[in-house]
C-alpha cells in the first residue's frame, strides 16, 4: 500500500502510536457498539478490518507499519490489571508491538500500574470519554505521579469528539498539567473537535503531543474539520505530531488516513516526522 509512499519520503515504515489489539471477547464489544452507532460515536461508524488478530497483524505488516501498541483501555473497576496483563502477552508474542497498559480511577490503580511499568509497558492509553472519568479524579493522583517520575507517554482520549462526555474538554487536561507539568501526553485525535485550545496547550508544554488519528481524513472533515487558520502551527509544532490510525475500528482504508496526513501539503520533512521520526524518538525505536 505504502510502499511507494515510504519510498518516496525514504522511510523504512510507519510508526502507529493509535492502534487497537483486544482480548476478542472485548473487541467483539467495541464492534457491536460501533455497529449500533452508539451515543458515544455520534453517527453509522462501519468497521473497515473485521477480521481476526493474525489477519490483523498482518495487515498491518502489509501496510509497511513496523511499530505499533495494543491501546487496551478499561471502562469500569476490575478491568485494567487483566487488560495489562493481555497486553503484556501481546507484546511478548509480537514482534512490532510498543508495550501498552491501561487504568481505570480504582484503589489498586498505583500498584497494577507500577507492576505493568516494570514489565516494560512503554505507552498507557486512558480514554475519558468511554470511562467516563476526570483526569484529575483524587484516586490517580499517585497513578500521575508514577508517570510524570517514568516519563512514559500516555495516549489520552479527552477530546470532545465524536461527542462530548461529563469530564471531555481541554479544561480538564489543563487542570491535570497544573499538577503534573511534567507528563508526556499524546493527545488522541489532534483533540478534536477543540483543535484550536489543544494546539495551545502543546504549545505551552514541551512534553504534549498530538496524535493525528482520524484527523484530517474525508469522514472527519465532514462534521469537524481541522481550521486551515491554523496550519502554521501543525508545523511550528511538526516535532511533536504523531501518525495515528484507530485501525482497526476506522470506517475507511488505512491508505487514506495516510494520504490525509500527506495531503496537507507541509512538506516532506514534516511528513517524514510524523509518519514516523517523532515516534522512534518518543519510544527510542530504531
Known amino acids: 500500500m505504502t510502499s511507494d509512499r515510504l519510498t518516496s519520503l525514504g522511510l523504512p515504515g510507519i510508526i502507529d502510536v493509535h492502534t487497537h489489539f483486544m482480548p476478542q471477547r472485548v473487541l467483539d464489544k467495541v464492534w457491536a457498539y460501533f455497529d449500533s452507532a452508539g451515543p458515544l460515536t455520534g453517527r453509522p461508524w462501519p468497521i473497515t478490518y473485521r477480521t481476526d488478530e493474525e489477519e490483523r497483524l498482518a495487515t498491518l505488516r502489509s501496510l509497511g507499519v513496523t511499530a505499533f501498541p495494543s491501546l487496551n483501555y478499561a471502562h469500569r473497576p476490575g478491568m485494567a490489571a487483566w487488560l495489562n496483563d493481555w497486553s503484556t502477552d501481546f507484546a511478548a508474542r509480537v514482534p512490532e508491538a510498543i508495550h501498552s497498559a491501561t487504568f481505570y480511577p480504582e484503589p489498586e490503580a498505583p500498584e497494577y500500574l507500577r507492576l505493568a511499568l516494570d514489565a516494560g509497558a512503554r505507552i498507557i492509553k486512558v480514554h475519558v470519554q468511554v470511562g467516563d472519568f476526570a483526569l484529575t479524579d ?149
Not at 516535532?239 to 484507530?246: A, E
Open 138 to 286: 483524587p484516586r490517580l493522583t499517585e497513578v500521575w505521579s508514577q508517570l510524570e517520575t517514568s516519563g512514559t507517554p500516555v495516549v489520552t482520549h479527552a477530546g470532545n469528539g465524536p461527542v462530548p462526555g461529563a469530564h471531555t474538554g481541554p479544561r480538564g487536561v489543563r487542570e491535570l498539567l497544573e499538577r503534573h507539568p511534567g507528563l508526556t501526553l499524546v493527545i488522541a485525535h489532534m483533540g478534536m473537535p477543540d483543535y484550536g485550545d489543544f494546539l495551545d496547550i502543546c504549545a505551552e508544554h514541551p512534553d504534549v503531543h498530538l496524535d493525528t488519528t482520524m484527523a484530517f481524513t474525508d469522514f472527519t472533515q465532514a462534521t469537524s474539520p481541522f481550521p486551515r487558520e491554523r496550519m502554521d502551527d501543525l508545523v511550528a509544532l511538526g516535532d511533536r505530531v504523531l501518525f495515528g490510525s484507530d485501525f482497526p475500528n476506522i470506517p475507511y482504508p488505512y491508505e487514506h488516513a495516510v494520504d490525509a496526513v500527506r495531503r496537507l501539503g507541509l512538506g516532506e520533512d514534516w511528513e517524514r516526522k510524523v509518519l514516523h521520526d517523532n515516534a522512534a524518538r518518543l519510544f527510542g525505536i530504531r
